[in-house]
């Protein structure tokens, strides 16, 4: 079974400040596929990144980045500097090669507020 | 706009009387998704498609919803004697594929259902 996990329901920052948002995940296969999708208050997904299992690069993108680590199953998104802008509810999602329907498994959500 | 549209985006019906959503994927894309969406989790899985073929459902999808994709284009998602629990945001979602490898979804706006 896959499983994704979101422990934060929601964070509070003053603008420019860094945000990380954690995501823990749960699968037997050893090939998967995560990602992270960003939904504004229109309600909107938006896709912002996908790593495959076997590449644990960091990567990063802008104002964005992400660490993910096989050995803690966790995939983790940073805002640096964020921006009243970034005030939206983030997904991190799983989907496994070997999943019926090759469906996403989505974590809870993390609301993230953005004050200037 | 070459996005995934639906449509309507609001439904507000009464208890009991059938509705029909209506999903216009990316035009490339053979493949697309239903997921539910309810206030406060992240989406879940309904139903997918791969051109016309109906691959997979999700339990959560009981007798009373059918899912349509006719030619492998638009699909539509109808719910039959509609009950309160129906309430959610429908999302709708589409792929490719390349290489063996599914790619990342893109979704659309969704269509808020209202069950009074």
């Known amino acids: 079974a896959q499983k994704v996990t979101q422990a934060q329901t929601e964070i509070s920052v003053v603008e420019k400040e860094d945000v990380t948002l954690d995501c823990v995940y749960e699968?037997?296969?050893?090939?998967?596929?995560l990602f992270w999708y960003k939904q504004p208050p229109s309600g909107e997904l938006v896709f912002l990144i996908r790593?495959?299992?076997?590449?644990?690069q960091n990567e990063i993108s802008g104002r964005y980045s992400w660490n993910f680590q096989k050995s803690t199953s966790s995939f983790n998104f940073t805002i640096t500097a964020s921006q009243v802008v970034d005030s939206a509810v983030y997904f991190c999602a799983l989907l496994s090669q070997k999943a019926a329907g090759n469906k996403l498994t989505f974590g809870g959500g993390t609301r993230v507020l953005v004050k200037p | 706009d070459t996005g995934v549209s639906q449509n309507p985006r609001h439904k507000i019906t009464k208890r009991g009387q059938n509705v029909t959503f209506r999903c216009d994927p990316i035009s490339e894309h053979n493949r697309l998704y239903w997921y539910r969406q309810t206030l406060g989790q992240g989406p879940e899985f309904l139903t997918y498609f791969q051109n016309e073929a109906q691959l997979e459902k999700s339990r959560l999808l009981s007798d009373r919803f059918s899912a349509e994709r006719p030619k492998g284009s638009f699909s539509t998602l109808e719910i039959q004697r509609t009950e309160q629990g129906d309430s959610a945001m429908y999302l709708c979602a589409s792929s490719t594929l390349t290489g063996g490898t599914d790619n990342e979804q893109f979704f659309g706006p969704g269509t808020r259902l209202t069950v009074l």
């Open positions: 790593r495959n299992s076997f590449d644990e």
């Open positions: 699968t037997r296969d050893t090939t998967y596929y």
